[in-house]
């Protein structure tokens, strides 16, 4: 998968010796653990290392701390003890191997301790962080960025990847991205932000409805469904440039709609309408050869979702008499019922590790966002409240969920972590922001 690229450099570790080997082998929180705890942690801006120069924006290290903070507060993994508690004072604080009084971080409580300072290098800024641990004053790791001043989201989004893959051993998903779909110019057209909400940025120019927009999973493409030559159809947008738009449907039918790819990004599944029926097909990408029907069923089957080792497709179908959501083995061609309570499930998104299916469906005339096995136990409401909570999408480490709600009035994004916990409103749409699609690990 790409990697973020520039204004963003990443040295993990520079020279020999200027950033010594950290700690290695524990894992501080279990997740799975029935005891989990968030960890407290102590977070300092520690001043410029000595002969560093001072960046010209005097705010530009308080910014990227901002940014860090904000992360760790979205993970839930760990809990920022406030700074008027500190019996330290940050001047007092210094970088491994230089001493600190680790006990006084340890009367307040806290059982890390996160360290970052910031100097500028002519038009380069160079951000430091570190990671230790109280109890034992083990260094558990240190890493250096350079990036342009207007890069400094990203570096914070970095470290806070780091530092969830040093306490948990999975890396944080803080510097992916979320397609979606706005009206802000009249039209529903494809847009692109940040995992948090910032840094948003149109991708469609089409006039038309834009809907469902589907990652690719190398993050070079984003396939969605779009009206703009009258009929819904399956469209491929290239993210590396260009206008042109491949239509996937080809002769198969005139509508078709609901696009996702399998994880080894070589098909699309798809539903398309053949004889006023929608069924589910599998196209290949790329080449050509005939598409691959999945269901036959005199029912409308919609919205495949394939489980990550690309054997099972989750899809709504109301073959049932109302929409559930069912579970396709893909070899064999059988599907099986997952869902039977509610009377509208749909918008299904298998969670990366594969142990859940997370959906939206109606309850007391409201949809709201669960999660289920696939094996259809633990079925858990993770959203309540007025409005509708609808198109929930997984971040790539299975952690966190964005999905839509106009609890607000209109439709904005929200996050909530994967235990219903934690939700956090990040656009502000006056015109509607709905369909998440959180992107892949590490895509640009």
């Known amino acids: 998968m790409k990697r973020l690229a520039a204004p963003l450099m990443l040295f993990a570790g520079l020279a020999v010796g200027l950033l010594p080997a950290p700690s290695l082998g524990k894992t501080y929180i279990d997740i799975g653990s029935p005891g989990f705890r968030s960890l407290p942690a102590a977070v300092v801006e520690v001043e410029p290392a000595e002969g560093g120069t001072a960046c010209a924006d005097a705010g530009l290290s308080g910014k990227i701390g901002k940014v860090l903070l904000q992360d760790l507060e979205v993970s839930g ?3 920022i003890l406030p700074s008027e508690a500190y019996l330290v004072e940050a001047k007092e604080v210094k970088f ?3 001493g600190n009084d680790f006990r ?8 890390v301790l996160i360290l970052h300072r910031t100097q500028c290098e002519r038009d380069q800024v160079v951000f430091e962080a570190q990671l230790l641990d109280v109890l034992t004053g083990n260094l558990l790791t240190w890493k250096r960025y350079r990036s342009t001043a207007s890069g400094y989201r990203a570096v914070a989004h970095r470290f806070a990847n780091e530092v969830e893959k040093e306490l948990t051993g999975v890396f944080g998903a803080y510097d992916t991205r979320i397609a979606y779909v706005s009206k802000a110019t009249g ?5 692109v932000m940040d995992f948090d909400g910032f840094g948003s940025k149109r991708l469609s120019s089409l006039k038309s409805i834009c809907l469902s927009p589907a990652w690719s999973p190398d993050g070079s493409r984003i396939a969605f469904t779009s009206f703009h030559k009258s009929n819904p159809s399956v469209y491929v947008l290239d993210l590396s440039g260009g206008s042109d738009l491949k239509r996937m449907c080809g002769a198969l039918a005139r509508l078709c709609s609901g696009a996702a790819w399998s994880p080894d990004g070589k098909w699309m599944a798809l539903s398309a309408t053949l004889e006023g029926n929608s069924e589910l097909f599998k196209v290949r990408w790329g080449e050509k050869g005939a598409p691959v029907r999945l269901t036959n069923d005199w029912s409308i089957d919609v919205s495949p979702a394939w489980s990550p080792d690309g054997k099972q ?8 008499g109302k929409p559930d959501l069912f579970i396709l083995d893909v070899e064999e061609g059988t599907a099986r019922r997952l869902t039977f309570e509610g009377s509208y499930s749909g918008d299904p998104d298998w969670s990366p590790r594969g142990d859940w299916i997370v959906f939206a469906s109606r309850v007391d005339g409201d949809f709201q966002i669960f999660r289920i ?3 259809g136990t633990e ?7 007025p409005g509708d909570s609808m ?3 997984w971040s790539p480490n299975g952690r966190l969920i964005a999905f839509s709600s106009n609890q607000a009035g209109t439709y904005d994004i929200y996050l909530l972590r994967m235990d219903g916990s934690g939700r956090k409103r990040i656009t502000w749409d006056a015109h509607d922001a709905s369909d998440p699609a959180w992107s892949p690990a590490g895509s640009e």
């Open 77 to 79: 993994y760990v809990r």
């Open 96 to 98: 491994h191997p230089e």
């Open 104 to 111: 006084a971080w340890a009367l307040i409580g806290a059982e």
């Open 187 to 191: 039209s529903k057209e494809l847009y």
């Open 313 to 320: 497709i989750a899809f709504v179908s109301d073959r049932t």
């Open 373 to 375: 096995r696939p094996d």
């Open 379 to 385: 079925r858990t409401q993770l959203t309540s409240g």
């Open 391 to 393: 198109s929930p999408s």
